[in-house]
């Protein structure tokens, strides 16, 4: 659960740029929110150590960083190389046919459909990656 909607009461407290970057500092130090920080202060100050111990801090967000360009090079090379695999099977399909091998061909074909729909993952995935660049 989300802390705005476990904390519903808010106060606003106005601060000068050094006491606001002490707050953050410190916040970063411990890999939580600047909120968790002054929460964890009053409470401190205010009453027994115990009751603190019922709300956790909130660990800091961090934004998502975008792919690295090689990865999504990487991501290329393998919708391309699983592509080659799905046409190399349909062309195994169609021999193992010719030939005569039933066996063969049967398992063939139940492969075609879960490599073709790799393919069509890897390139959902690739979209995906490419708007967050």
């Known amino acids: 659960m989300s802390e705005k909607r476990k904390l519903k009461k808010s106060l606003l407290v106005r601060l000068d740029d050094e006491q606001y970057a002490c707050i953050i ?12 920080l002054v929460r964890e202060c ?22 998502r960083t975008p792919p690295k360009p090689e990865y999504i090079k990487e991501l290329y090379r393998l919708r391309e190389s699983t592509a080659e695999l799905c046409g190399a099977l ?42 967050h660049e």
């Open 25 to 36: 500092n410190r916040a970063r130090q411990r890999d939580i929110t600047a909120n968790s």
């Open 90 to 131: 349909v062309q195994y399909a169609i021999r193992t046919r010719q030939d005569g091998h039933v066996m063969a061909h049967e398992e063939a074909e139940k492969l075609i459909p879960d490599v073709r729909q790799a393919v069509l993952n890897l390139d959902t995935l690739r979209r995906k990656l490419e708007r």
């Open 42 to 63: 009053l409470a401190g100050a205010l009453s027994p150590s115990d009751t603190y111990q019922r709300i956790k801090p909130v660990k800091a967000y961090s934004p």
